[in-house]
Every structure is written in C-alpha cells, then in structure tokens.
C-alpha cells in the first residue's frame, strides 16, 4: 500500500502524465482497467493564475486541462519557475478557488521538472529546474505552503550524464514537504531513447523515505516486476505503453497479485478503441477531439493485418465516423 497524503494506492499503478495523451477520455479507459492513480497533462502555472485574473466570463484554457472526473485519484501538473506562481497556482487548484473548477478536487499537485522540450526548459521550467537544484526546495517549499493538497514531483535522472542528481533533487523535494516523487531514468537530454538507468531510481529510493514512482520504458508485466527487483520502487507510472494497451494496468496489477490475466479479446479491443473515441468526441466536440485523440487510436492497431494503411487512414481523417471505420475493418476483421 502506498499513500500520497490521504490517497491509499494498493499497488501504485499511475498512469504517468502526457501532453496531448492524458486527457479525461484516456485517464477513464486506463481507470476502468487497472490504473489506480493518474496525472493530467502539464498546466502552466503562469497560465492559470493570470487566467485568474482575467475579466470575468472570458473563458480559461486551462480550464480543460484541470477538468478531473473523480474516477480514481487525479493529481494536476504544473509546470513553472517562479515560486511564487507555482504557489499561486497551488493554491488556486488545491482550494477550489479556481475559476475553471469543474466541482472534483485534485488529489495532489505534482510539479513538473521532467519536461525536455527547448520551449520549455528555455524557459528555465520543466527538466531545467534540475540545473538548479537548490532551488527546487524554493518551490517545493512556496508550492507546499500554498497547497492544501499533497505536493508531488516528477523528474528525470538528471540533466545530462555527467549531471545525474535526481537523488539530490528528490532530497530537496522530500526535505521542502514533497509527499512523493516520480523518476523517468533517462536525462532531459536523452529526451525518450535511449534505455533507462534504473540504477537513478534505486539511488533516489535510497535517499528518500517518501514513496518512489519508477517510471520509463514499463511496457508489460515483466518490465514492472524487473523494475522493481532493480530499484526498489514502491509504484510504476507507465506513459506510453497504455497507449491503445490501457490493460496494461490489469496486466501488471495481476502480476503483483500474483493471479492469471486474460488479455482481452479482439471485441473488447475494438469497443475500448471506439470509447475512447467516442469520449474524446464527446468532451472536446468532433474537430478537436479526433485531432487530440487519434495518435492514441492508431496504437491499437499496432502490428496487426492492414495495420499501416488503417494507421495512415486513421491519421487523415478528421471525420470520427470515418475512423470507427477504419478502426473496426483492423480489429474487427
Ligand atoms: C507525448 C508525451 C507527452 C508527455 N507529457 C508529459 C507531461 O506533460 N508531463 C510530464 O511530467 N511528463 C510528460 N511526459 C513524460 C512521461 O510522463 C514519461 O515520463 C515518459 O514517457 C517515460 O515513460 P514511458 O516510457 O512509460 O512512456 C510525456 C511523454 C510523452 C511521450
């Protein structure tokens, strides 16, 4: 059992965050099959609390990327330098205060420092808070004081090779009031390929006594358990694998538990791919939601007969009957 503040997670199965991926439609699929705890895709901090400020009845972006359902414990990720908007923030989320509320409280704030992306770390936001490591406990600290939720941190190894101190990150963390952190093992400059370092994540659950999330590269059971064998991590976030595999959470849960999985069947692959779908559909209107949802939609098809062209269809069509269809001729042949 693992606890991030009030919240008890029986394996820690997280469904790791991603821009684009982790929207309310994918963070329910994953719910329904295995995932116990989730994290929304990144939010600016800076956005949000001049959004706040903004003249009432203009509409917030942010808004979306906040909207939680309640379905198993949803923690919101932000992402920032300034500690004092990373507070406000905090504060805005965590109290209910903020005006895009949709009425379901979070169930932690985690603080992004893992984001590699130049836009972002140019910024000094994101992995490049790793550079400054004295002044993550800032953060945490000002975020932690703001927060009246539990406070989480995401990071990576570090910035480079010859700068791997997520374990001295994770200490400032932890020291600042951080209820748990989460470690993808590669560094921001390695960005997704290639292996991981478990070794980082050992390294970090030795140093700290908060709960540890390995995270990176978790793409079924065997990976999950070698994970753990290697660093000790009390739970997994698993990003890219739950991409058209939501059951991989079942999967992993089962083989903690120590019980068979049945995969699921060709049937209950073609109806999650079309909820999914539909959900996204559903919350984000035809355009925008097949936009956002079809890099998803074209996992579930992976490796299978007529994949490629079901694949490049899927890709060029904005239309969601049109991508039931080539979803359905693949799965359901
Ligand atoms: C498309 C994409 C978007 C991502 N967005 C975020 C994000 O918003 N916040 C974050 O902390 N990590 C983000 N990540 C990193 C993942 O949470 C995770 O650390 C990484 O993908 C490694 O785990 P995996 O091998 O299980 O995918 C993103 C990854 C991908 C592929």
Redesign the pocket.
Known sequence: MIKIGNTALRHGLML??????TDLAMRKICADRGAEYA?S??VSAKALVYEQGARAGAPTKTAALCKIDGEIPTAI?IFGSDSEFMAEAARLLSSGEYRGFCGILPAAVDI?M??PVKKVVSCGEGSALMRTPEKIYDIVSAVCRASALPVTV?LRAGWDLNSLNAPECAAAAESAGAAAVCV?A?TREQF?TPGIMPEIIRLVKERVRIPVFG?????CAADALKMKSETGCDGF?????AMGNPWIFNEISAALDGTEYVPPSAEEIAATAVEQLRRSVAEKGERQGVAEVKVTLSHYVKGLHGATRARAEIMAQSSAAAIEEALLRVLLP
């Open positions: 790791a965050p991603m821009a684009g991926v994290v895709e990144m990720q992004n893992g984001c995401k993808h590669r997704y995270n990176g590269d978790i793409s976030a698993v990003g890219r694998a």
